[in-house]
């Protein structure tokens, strides 16, 4: 059973940075991608960033030069950066990883709560 574990959430002020870490329960070349997706009260869960196996990033337009995806395949972890937060980004953001073997099989992590207000 794979087990992706956020982290790093929490309340920022409008412009402040936080950073989001997922770790995966087993080595993470084994998934084709992996990304972070969001879902703010009555939206539908969204795909903010995702990295491929070869480290070939993409992201949604709302978040172009704010946020950044990277995957250490040593440690076995996904982060996501995100800098100049506005009031917008506040979601429950998820881990997400497709499986390398079979792609309809996605691995999701519990959510950390971000939230961007003064």
């Known amino acids: 059973q794979v087990q992706l574990v956020e982290s790093g959430g929490g309340w920022v002020q409008p412009g402040g940075s936080l950073r989001l870490s997922c770790a995966a329960s087993r080595p993470i070349f084994r998934f084709n991608v992996m990304g972070w997706y969001r879902q703010a009260p009555g939206q539908q869960r969204e795909l903010v960033a995702a990295?491929?196996?070869?480290?070939?990033?993409n992201s949604v337009d709302s978040v172009k030069g704010r946020f950044s995806i990277s995957r250490d395949n040593v440690e076995n972890t996904v982060t996501l950066q995100m800098n100049d937060l506005k009031p917008e980004d506040t979601a429950v953001y998820y881990c997400?990883?497709?499986?390398?073997?079979?792609?309809?099989?996605?691995?999701w992590g519990q959510g950390t709560q971000v939230t961007v207000s003064a």
């Open positions: 997400n990883a497709v499986d390398g073997t079979d792609p309809s099989v996605l691995y």
């Open positions: 990295i491929t196996s070869d480290g070939s990033t």
